[in-house]
């Protein structure tokens, strides 16, 4: 298909969310496709205007009190549905109509959950970019761990391997038949789901990852699932000279960043052990708090709200990460060793993936101390395999150009539609 328009939706809370899908809409434009962008709002929707793109900001938002009830709902700390009947409806009219009026060949929904009504009601193909934690197929391969966000002291109990199995099994057949999402689907004549994974599977599923890291090989995956590799910004930000008057000290040096779904207490408590341990660390507080929060800094710690991640990982020995896509892959990228302690199911799965891989270590989000950072740091920056597996990660990375083979899968698919 020559020179498609594409219906581009982002959650704009998200910075890595909001990055990787420039990148994605960036490789389709150098294509030939005409693409548009829509939100409902967030904080990061100046890069989607300074990429160049035209950009229709659609009622209702989602408010910043209603992004932080969803971060609770994703880390466990709420319980409830992300939006009521008369939330989902409104959204979804505001996006037929945004649609009607753009006539788009196929909707990227990011992860915009009210695209998977509106492009269905609008008979449009939906492509969905997914971190393969959490999708079908890794659940289908036993991949899955017990979340640590709903540990206590019962589950405790049971062996690991139990609670691995359960959720293995559960959570592709967990139904929500009477939810709220189904019956704003029936409103606009979507075939109601069966099951939560069904929200986010489209008719074409790019897996940001690598086989080599997910442990699933191409061919293994359903037909309408398709890796194209890691996606993230290369922000055009020079490297300050604070970081490299920081990273020029004797000592290991240390990368922190909790991407943008951080919560402050726990970003805090990660600069509370680079400081007591006396590491060279830099840190990437984003829009999770302000530097200026985090007190008076000594002469070994830097803390700016934006950084060049890629960069600023290739001076580090270690990353200090959470484990988002965008702090898994920027580390990856520059063959860094990670430290990881996840605060939902993600999270955690994406780091284990390096545990597997040999290149980091996750610390339990109930052993989360400073001790315990301090000594896992100690262990990835004194053994050598930790960092011969990052670089041997780092060479297959390099190589995967995600948004452009994105943007290729892309058009394929619609070439066959």
């Not at 880390?75 to 409104?90: D, H, N, T, V, Y």
């Not at 060949?105 to 959950?113: C, F, S």
């Not at 061919?219 to 309408?224: G, I, K, S, T, W």
């Not at 919560?263 to 400081?275: G, S, T, W, Y």
Request: contains cysteine.
């Amino acid at each position: 298909m020559n020179n498609p328009r594409l219906a581009f939706f982002a959650y704009a809370y998200n910075l890595a969310e909001t990055t990787r899908a420039v990148e994605v809409a960036k490789a389709c434009r150098a294509l030939g496709a005409d693409i548009r962008f829509f939100t409902h709002g967030g904080t990061y929707e100046s890069h989607i205007a300074e990429a160049g793109f035209p950009l229709t900001t659609l009622q209702p938002l989602i408010t910043p009190e209603k992004h932080r009830y969803l971060m609770a709902l994703d880390q466990g700390r709420a319980i409830g549905q992300p939006f009521s009947l008369a939330e989902w409806c409104a959204q979804v009219e505001a996006e037929l109509r945004a649609l009607a009026d753009f006539a788009p060949a196929a909707v990227y929904a990011g992860m915009n959950l009210p695209s998977a009504i509106s492009a269905r009601a609008a008979h449009l193909p939906l492509v969905w970019l997914l971190p393969m934690a959490g999708t079908l197929p890794y659940f289908e391969h036993g991949l899955a761990r017990f979340p640590d966000q709903y540990e206590n002291f019962l589950t405790r109990l049971l062996p690991q391997s139990w609670k691995d199995r359960a959720v293995n099994w559960v959570v592709p057949r967990f139904g929500i038949v009477r939810g709220v999402f189904n019956q704003a689907a029936r409103k606009f004549g979507v075939p109601p789901v069966k099951t939560l994974l069904d929200i986010i599977r489209g008719d074409l599923n790019l897996l940001a990852d690598i086989p080599e890291l997910t442990g699933v090989p191409p061919e293994a995956l359903p037909d309408d699932f398709r890796y194209v590799g890691p996606i993230f910004a290369r922000l055009p930000m020079p490297v300050p000279a604070e970081v490299r008057r920081v990273f020029s000290r004797d000592g290991v040096k240390v990368f922190c960043a909790m991407g943008s779904s951080g919560r402050p207490e726990q970003l805090r408590a990660a600069v509370d052990a680079l400081r007591a341990g006396g590491y060279n660390a830099v840190i990437a507080t984003t829009s999770i708090l302000d530097p200026a929060e985090l007190g008076p800094l000594p002469e070994n710690i830097y803390a700016a709200r934006y950084l060049p991640a890629p960069a600023v990982n290739e001076l580090a020995d270690v990353a200090l990460i959470h484990g988002g896509q965008g702090t898994v892959q920027t580390a990856c990228w520059a063959g860094t060793p990670v430290v990881g302690v996840g605060f939902q199911f993600e999270q955690n799965a994406n780091l284990d993936m390096l545990v597997r891989a040999g290149m980091g270590v996750r610390i339990p989000l109930r052993e989360y101390s400073a001790p315990r950072i301090q000594a896992e740091i100690r262990r990835v920056a004194e053994h050598a395999s930790y960092k011969e597996n990052a670089e041997r990660i780092r060479a297959i990375v390099r190589k995967a150009d995600g948004a452009r083979n994105a943007a290729e899968e892309i058009y394929r698919f619609l070439e066959r539609c």
